[in-house]
């Protein structure tokens, strides 16, 4: 875990009452929750955990608005706790921003870009080091969301 990183503990919302905005697009705040653990050989294996839904085949990073009374970071781990089910240790230094079209919105189901400013949304996503202890009961988690999670070894997007 890195000095710019810290754990968020935020509490489940519903609907879009203080959604932030930048202009038309819908502000996004998500994570890539991830673990390091001891290979066979002695060496690490680093894990990321995706969620998919019943309504969609793709496996997503959890992610979902930002809302105006908390700071990225907060929406991140919430989205996690939500769509996930677990906790961990953020790192305050964001992977990136993206423009992308809401899947929800976009009418082809495909979360592709149109001239429509309807759906566009800008997201940051942060690294997520799952606590151990969280994760170690996520088989139990699972069956209190409505979201699968995966474990994915990163060799498998090399």
């Known amino acids: 875990m ?11 919302r519903k609907g879009r009452l203080r ?3 930048d202009g038309e697009y ?4 998500g994570c890539v929750p991830y673990r390091v653990r001891a290979s066979g050989g002695g060496g690490e294996v680093v ?21 105006d009374d908390e700071d990225v970071h907060e929406a991140a781990c ?18 990136g921003l993206w423009v992308f079209r809401s899947k929800s919105s976009s009418g082809g189901g495909g979360g592709e870009m149109s001239t429509s400013p ?5 997201g940051y996503m942060f690294a997520l080091e799952l606590s151990f202890f969280l994760f170690d009961e996520l088989l139990f988690l699972v ?16």
């Open 2 to 12: 890195s000095s710019s990183s810290s754990e968020v503990v935020a509490a489940a």
């Open 47 to 67: 894990e990321v955990l995706m969620v998919s839904t019943p309504n969609r085949a793709d496996l997503v990073f959890p992610k979902g608005g930002w809302e």
């Open 26 to 29: 819908r502000l996004v705040a």
């Open 118 to 122: 309807r759906g566009a949304c800008k």
């Open 19 to 21: 959604q932030r905005y």
């Open 78 to 95: 919430r989205e996690a706790m939500e769509e996930a089910g677990v906790r961990g240790h953020i790192d305050r230094v964001s992977l």
């Open 143 to 158: 069956h209190l969301h409505a979201n699968e999670c995966t474990l994915i070894t990163v060799d498998v997007f090399e």
